[in-house]
Every structure is written in structure tokens, then in C-alpha cells.
């Protein structure tokens, strides 16, 4: 006894004494400690603690493997190797080495099966969903979360020790942050921020900044994925005030949130700075971490045009997302592999990883798995609804039979209204559920064709920008300057409504497109598809914020489009003041004003080549749109429509 209790102490020591004695000297000692001694003698819950608080460093291997064996020689019961089984799982989950914590997963759940330990069976579900979640295995990830999330409900906390109520907190709050991820990626962005603050409210409990950090560094994800950047970069630095509290040099993904934030707000220097400072650090530490930071510095360098050193971080995080199967990760760095290829002309290369881009964003995207991960949610909120009314109606069944029991001698009367009540009662519920039923069809049916509507805008705007990628190689391949300048027109245009469907998947309005921002995203394409930047020429835009219906928008981002495109081809042909040109876009009384202007040398229509197809589109859907068009060159050229048939939503 007193040996097992001096091994506890020991044990103790070598886990608060982590300032005394460097980290490794630590994991030596508990190695020795595992090897020399009884397994029965060993604190292994402790050392699975300690393990997983320090995410499971590359020597734990040694270390779980060694327990694993000891416990099977030893013929233990099946909880315990059930409980070192997962411990292996997690040390090659944290590691980034699926295959292997899936064989782990499978003997955990081997061995659990028959076992009554509820928060361990929930511990397998969650790391199996996370695996899942990493290979692009959605659906079955998140029936999974879903099964975890059901066991921790269902326990009733009042027969919980203090301890196993802290131990179901925890998995909570792993819980609840992982399933706010998965609606964030499924653009669920409000179910999204519910669980991160179910999250963050159980951190806060639990008196544990170190996770409230780790949640904070998450919803301020989510806030980069809405392009909300200011909001993005107030949370983000929360957390990392958060997090500094507890270690003054300490690096995490709050870093890495922060480096995109700052690329997003074209703070170049100081994301730059923080990838720099992270990448050596995470390429040691987290796999998954590094593979992430190498893919967005590749992003920024794109951004400030140094495209071989973007290749170089990007085809290294490609490898990476292959080696982990992450499906969110190959396609972005394909995609941005793609860009860089294509900037500096290498179009074979180009082509290669375009192919790739649109595969991966083609199974992330997949109609199936959108579907059936509404249908579980759906079942999963169904079911818990049945449940609650099954629990309440059996509640009120014995009360009902309470009070019959007391009055059935000398209430006779009474109990013959009771019955007729408790008949009417049963009636009343009884449609009531009947129109509960029919109006969750109703919201299903709806819920369906929105993602239906959704779905077949992304698959349009896939192919719409499949088309001007092949017209934008092919014009650089042709040889006629005339003939390559009217392909390279004809891809602007078919860029210029790819870009329309592809704000409306993007967004909740699946009939409507934000105006400013499309049209300051359609300018902005267009300067980038010319080569011209904002020194060469300034570009301003003044757009009253409005959504217009498909019907409207298109024939109006084509009209800019034109515009646009005819003033940087022959506008600007004498150098001296600046460039200017100005769109604008606002409504007046009855009808819809479009301004384009341009400071340029402005032409005589007479000398304008009225019958070139441009202007022929433009007439085109002037009519279309019941337009009113108007030409002056005062100063450049200005040319003015009066809109009077659109849709505003």
C-alpha cells in the first residue's frame, strides 16, 4: 500500500513540477515509470490527463502503446483497454495520422460495447466525427456529433459524482464547438454562433480561459468566413488577451485567425509578420495547424504578387491535405495553385490544378450530403420534440389518475365531466398534432427547395466559370490580336454572371443579389482580368445598397461590364492626369439611374463604331430593361440609363 501510494506521489510530482524540469525529462520519467512497474500500480488516468492537456507530443506513442500491451497481458477488464485503446486513437487524431486512430476507434468500440460508461462512449463518437469531418465525410460525421450530443443529454446529472459532471461539461464544450464548426462550414452561420456561446458559457463556468480562448479563436473564424473582418479581429484579439493571460509566449490558432484577419484587411506587413512567426512553430508542433498557415501565406503572397514563393507554400500544403484526406484544404490550394500558374503563364500547370479545384469544390459542395445532413438534424430535433411530449403526456396520465382515484367514491358526477374533459383534451391534441405533422412537412418541403435552389446556382455558376476559364486560355493562345480580344470579351462577360450565381449560393436571398457588392466585385475582376491597378487607374464607386432580382441584375452587370471594358481599352490613350472611372447606381422616383464616367479623351458617336457588338448588347438590354440611354463627352464620356423596368426585393 504504501508503495502504491508513494508511486501516486511521485506521479503527482513529475506532472506540477513542469517549471522544475523540461518537458521531455518528464515524459522519460513516466516512460520509466509505465516500464518498471506493475500496471496495476500506475495512476494511468493521470497520465492520459497529462498527455492530452499537452495535445499528445510524438513521444506519448511509446508511452500509450506500452499501457495498451501491459493491460492486455495482464488480462484487464474491458473498460480499462477500452480506455487505453481511445487514448492511442487521440494520439494519432492530434497527430494527423487517420487511419491509425481509426483502427484505435474500432477496438475502443469493441470493447465498450457492452460497458455502461456513457461519457466515454460519447468521448469515441466525438473523435470519430472529427476524423470523419477531416476526411470530407460529413454526413456521417455529424451523425455521429449527433449520437454523442444525444448520450450527454440523456445522462441525469443528479446521479453524477461532482467529478463525472465536470468530465460532461468538458465533453460539452468539445460538443458543442464542433458542431459549431460543421454549421459554420455548412453556412448555418446562426446555429453556428448558438453553439459557440453555449460553448463559451460552459468555459466560463468552468473557470477555463485556456478553452474560452480556443472557442473565441473559433467564432472569430466564423467571422472571417462572413467577411465581417472588424468583428472578426475584436474577438480574435479576446482571445488572444485570453490566452496570454495564461501563457505570455504562448502560439495558437488565435495567431493564425489573427494573420488572416490582418491578410483580409490587406495588412500585409503584419500578417506576413505573424506567419512568420508561426509557421516554424506549428511545422513542430500541429500538423494540421501548419498545413493551414502554409495555404493562407500562399494566399497572401498571391495577393502581393509573388507567385513562386505562393507555389511553393501552396504545393506543400496541397501534400499535406493529401496525406490528411482534407477535402477543405485540397481545394484551396488547388485553386490558389491554379491563379499563381496562371499569372505567370505556366496555363499547362494552370489547367492541371484547375481540374483539381473544381473536383474538390464539386464534393464539398455535393446535393447528397447537404440533404441528408438536414434530414438528421431534422430527425434529431424530431425525435427530442417526441420524446418531450411522450415524457409530458405520461406525467399528466398520472396525475389525471390521481385525482380520479381520490374522488371516484363520492364524486361520481365529477368524474363523469372529468372524462368528457380528458375526451375533449385528447381531441384537442390529437389535431394539434395533426397540424404540427403538416406544417413540418410544409417547412421541409420549403427548407428543400432552398437548398435545391441553392445547389443549382452553385452548379451554374461552376459551369459558367469552367466556360471563361477555357476562353481565357484559348485567347491566350491565339495569335490574332483582334480575335483573341473578342474571346477575352466574350470570357469578361460570361465571368461577369458566373459572378452573379455565385452570390446568390453565397447568400440567404436565392432570387437576389446585393447590388454593392457585386458591382464593386465585378469591377474589381474586371481591373484584374486587364492588369490594371488602382495607381494606373481609380475606380469609384458610389452604390446605393439595394437587392435587385436575377431578371434585373444580369442585363445590369453586363451593361458595366461593357462599359468598363470599352473605357480601359480606349479612354485612356493620353497620359497625364489621373484616370478615372466612376460608376454609379441609385434610385430615382419611379426609376433606377446608372451613371459610368470616365475622365478619358471621350469620343463622337459619329466617329464611334455604333454597329460593334458591344453597343448592339448594350441597346439590347437597354430595351430589355425599358432604359432610356444617353451619351455625353464633356470632359471624357458619360454615358447615362434611365431604368424603369426592375424588381427591387
Do not use: W
Not at 448555418?188 to 460552459?202: G, P, R, S, V, W
Amino acid at each position: 500500500m504504501k508503495k502504491i501510494i508513494l508511486l501516486f506521489f511521485v506521479l503527482f510530482c513529475l506532472i506540477k513540477n513542469y517549471g522544475q524540469t523540461s518537458f521531455t525529462k518528464q515524459l522519460d520519467s513516466i516512460h520509466q515509470l509505465v516500464k518498471n512497474q506493475a500496471i496495476e500500480k500506475v495512476a494511468v488516468k493521470n497520465i492520459y490527463s497529462f498527455l492530452g492537456k499537452n495535445r499528445y507530443p510524438k513521444q506519448s506513442k511509446t508511452i500509450l502503446t506500452l499501457i495498451f500491451e501491459k493491460f492486455k497481458a495482464s488480462n484487464a477488464n474491458d473498460l480499462a483497454l477500452a480506455n487505453a485503446s481511445y487514448a492511442l486513437s487521440n494520439y494519432y487524431f492530434f497527430n494527423a495520422k487517420t487511419d491509425s486512430c481509426f483502427y484505435y476507434i474500432k477496438k475502443a468500440e469493441t470493447y465498450i460495447e457492452k460497458a455502461d460508461a456513457p461519457l466515454l462512449k460519447s468521448s469515441i463518437l466525438m473523435t470519430k466525427g472529427g476524423v470523419l469531418k477531416r476526411e470530407g465525410k460529413v454526413v456521417i460525421a455529424n451523425n455521429e456529433f449527433l449520437a454523442a450530443l444525444k448520450i450527454l443529454k440523456n445522462l441525469d446529472t443528479l446521479k453524477l459524482a461532482a467529478t463525472e459532471n465536470k468530465k460532461r461539461k468538458g465533453k460539452l464544450l468539445i460538443l458543442y464547438n464542433s458542431l459549431a464548426i460543421f454549421n459554420k462550414e455548412n453556412n448555418d452561420f446562426d446555429a453556428a454562433i448558438n453553439y459557440y456561446n453555449k460553448a463559451f458559457n460552459i468555459t466560463e463556468e468552468m473557470k477555463a480561459p485556456r478553452y474560452g480562448a480556443i472557442i473565441l479563436s473559433n467564432e472569430g473564424d466564423l467571422y472571417i468566413q462572413k467577411k465581417q473582418y472588424k468583428k472578426a479581429l475584436a474577438v480574435l484579439e479576446k482571445s488572444k488577451k485570453l490566452r496570454l493571460s495564461i501563457d505570455k509566449n504562448s502560439i495558437s490558432a488565435t495567431d493564425l485567425n489573427l494573420a488572416l484577419v490582418h491578410t483580409a484587411l490587406k495588412n500585409y506587413d503584419k500578417a506576413l509578420h505573424l506567419f512568420n512567426t508561426i509557421i516554424p512553430y506549428f511545422k513542430k508542433h500541429n500538423t494540421n495547424h501548419y498545413m493551414e498557415s502554409l495555404i493562407a501565406r500562399g494566399k497572401l503572397y498571391l495577393a502581393i504578387k509573388e507567385y513562386k514563393k505562393s507555389i511553393a507554400d501552396c504545393k506543400t500544403g496541397y501534400q499535406l491535405s493529401l496525406q490528411q484526406k482534407n477535402l477543405k484544404y485540397q481545394n484551396l490550394s488547388s485553386k490558389y495553385l491554379y491563379k499563381a500558374y496562371k499569372n505567370i503563364k505556366k496555363y499547362k500547370n494552370a489547367f492541371y490544378y484547375l481540374e483539381k479545384h473544381k473536383k474538390y469544390q464539386d464534393s464539398i459542395f455535393n446535393k447528397n450530403n447537404i440533404k441528408q445532413i438536414t434530414q438528421m438534424q431534422m430527425r434529431y430535433q424530431f425525435d427530442s420534440e417526441n420524446e418531450r411530449k411522450e415524457i409530458q403526456k405520461q406525467a399528466e396520465k398520472k396525475a389525471y389518475k390521481r385525482v380520479i382515484y381520490s374522488l371516484l367514491l363520492g364524486l361520481f358526477a365529477f368524474f363523469i365531466s372529468s372524462v368528457l374533459s380528458y375526451r375533449l383534451y385528447h381531441i384537442r391534441q390529437k389535431n394539434n398534432v395533426i397540424l404540427k405533422g403538416k406544417n413540418k412537412q410544409i417547412a421541409k418541403a420549403l427548407k428543400d427547395n432552398k437548398i435545391l435552389l441553392k445547389e443549382t446556382h452553385h452548379r451554374v455558376k461552376n459551369s459558367l466559370q469552367m466556360i471563361s476559364s477555357l476562353l481565357y486560355l484559348q485567347s491566350e493562345n491565339i495569335t490574332d490580336e483582334k480575335a483573341a480580344s473578342s474571346v477575352k470579351d466574350g470570357q469578361i462577360r460570361v465571368k461577369s454572371m458566373a459572378l452573379i450565381h455565385q452570390k446568390l449560393y453565397q447568400n440567404n436571398h436565392l432570387t437576389g443579389v446585393e447590388v454593392s457588392d457585386y458591382i464593386h466585385d465585378l469591377a474589381t475582376d474586371i481591373f484584374q482580368s486587364h492588369h490594371v491597378t488602382d495607381e494606373e487607374i481609380n475606380l469609384d464607386i458610389a452604390v446605393e445598397k439595394m437587392i435587385l432580382d436575377i431578371d434585373t441584375i444580369t442585363p445590369i452587370g453586363i451593361i458595366i461590364n461593357e462599359l468598363i471594358v470599352n473605357a480601359l481599352k480606349h479612354a485612356f490613350d493620353k497620359k497625364g492626369k489621373k484616370a478615372t472611372i466612376s460608376i454609379k447606381l441609385f434610385k430615382e422616383k419611379e426609376a433606377l439611374i446608372l451613371q459610368v464616367n470616365d475622365n478619358g479623351s471621350g469620343f463622337k458617336p459619329k466617329e464611334k463604331k455604333e454597329k460593334s457588338f458591344g453597343m448592339k448588347l448594350i441597346k439590347s438590354l437597354s430595351r430589355k430593361l425599358k432604359a432610356t440611354l444617353s451619351i455625353t463627352h464633356k470632359n471624357g464620356t458619360e454615358i447615362t440609363l434611365h431604368i424603369k423596368r426592375f424588381k427591387i426585393m
